[in-house]
């Protein structure tokens, strides 16, 4: 999905996407009561595609941005559900056999940031393996 269609969905649900400078390093936040998402605007394309699709997710789940055990569910949920969004498990399969496995390669093959690589490894694969 391109950044411009979670756009359009975003849109559907009566969200408002914008880019600003953000505080301390972050890609991306929601502002529920705005019913707005707000992306980093010095980043690249890779990155603000990554980053709304993890704040959508947030955003559909109506998170907490808080600590303790809630907010570390959520983040994880984040993490996985925008992995999925972002990658297919054909594309993926044609990138690890492309590249042997390099993240680097394989995360702009993918276009996606090497975390949400590595989130695709660590929790959206094992769903996938059998027992």
């Given at each position: 999905?391109?950044?411009?269609?979670?756009?359009?969905?975003?849109?559907?649900?009566?969200?408002?996407?914008?880019?600003?400078?953000?505080?301390?390093?972050?890609?991306?936040?929601?502002?529920?009561?705005?019913?707005?998402?707000?992306?980093?605007?010095d980043t690249t394309y890779?990155?603000?595609?990554?980053?709304?699709?993890?704040?959508?997710?947030?955003?559909?789940?109506?998170?907490?941005?808080?600590?303790?055990?809630?907010?570390?569910?959520?983040?994880r949920r984040a993490r996985?559900?925008?992995?999925?969004?972002?990658?297919?498990?054909?594309?993926?399969?044609?990138?690890?056999?492309?590249?042997?496995?390099?993240?680097?390669?394989?995360?702009?093959?993918?276009?996606?940031?090497?975390?949400v690589l590595d989130d695709?490894?660590?929790?959206?694969?094992?769903?996938?393996?059998?027992?």
């Amino acid at each position: 999905m391109t950044y411009g269609q979670m756009r359009g969905y975003a849109a559907s649900l009566g969200v408002d996407v914008c880019s600003d400078n953000l505080p301390d390093d972050k890609q991306g936040m929601y502002v529920r009561s705005l019913n707005l998402i707000v992306i980093e605007r010095d980043t690249t394309y890779r990155v603000k595609r990554c980053a709304l699709a993890h704040e959508l997710v947030h955003w559909e789940y109506r998170d907490a941005m808080c600590g303790g055990v809630a907010g570390m569910k959520g983040e994880r949920r984040a993490r996985l559900l925008a992995a999925s969004l972002l990658v297919s498990s054909a594309e993926y399969a044609g990138a690890e056999e492309l590249y042997d496995g390099e993240r680097l390669c394989m995360a702009s093959e993918l276009d996606v940031t090497v975390q949400v690589l590595d989130d695709y490894r660590e929790l959206v694969l094992p769903r996938f393996m059998v027992v």
